[in-house]
């Protein structure tokens, strides 16, 4: 099993920048794909990016393509979501996610059995 904690979400202006991290516990980080989603007022719960295990491969909904980007570090244990020229439909909690058998492609979250607790991220325009 693997524990996710998210931070460095907080308020920003449309147009500014944040980095998410997530903290993964565990020695098997490197064995599963990492994800984030998030979900805003109202609204279910939405697919953002996906990173694969070694992190050469990434993938992201068409709204914030080009203008996030998803890594990771193995070393450390983490997953990172930069995301620059926000904007305030951006504003929702974000989730960290993974699982070992999900794909690079796999967008839903049924598809994933680990979750992090959720970091706020609200973008005023």
């Known amino acids: 099993q693997v524990q996710l904690v998210e931070s460095g979400g907080g308020l920003v202006q449309a147009g500014g920048s944040l980095r998410l991290s997530c903290a993964a516990s565990?020695?098997?980080?490197?064995?599963?794909?990492m994800g984030w989603f998030r979900q805003a007022p109202g609204k279910e719960r939405e697919f953002v990016a996906a990173i694969s295990k070694s992190g050469a491969i990434t993938y992201y909904t068409d709204s914030v393509k080009g203008r996030f980007t998803i890594s990771r570090d193995n070393a450390k244990n983490t997953v990172y979501l930069q995301m620059n020229s926000l904007k305030p439909e951006d504003t929702a909690v974000y989730y960290c996610?993974?699982?070992?058998?999900?794909?690079?492609?796999?967008?839903?979250?049924?598809?994933?059995?680990?979750w992090g607790q959720g970091t706020q991220v609200t973008v005023s325009s």
């Open positions: 565990g020695r098997t980080f490197s064995t599963y794909i």
């Open positions: 996610t993974g699982d070992r058998s999900a794909s690079i492609y796999s967008t839903g979250e049924w598809e994933y059995n680990y």
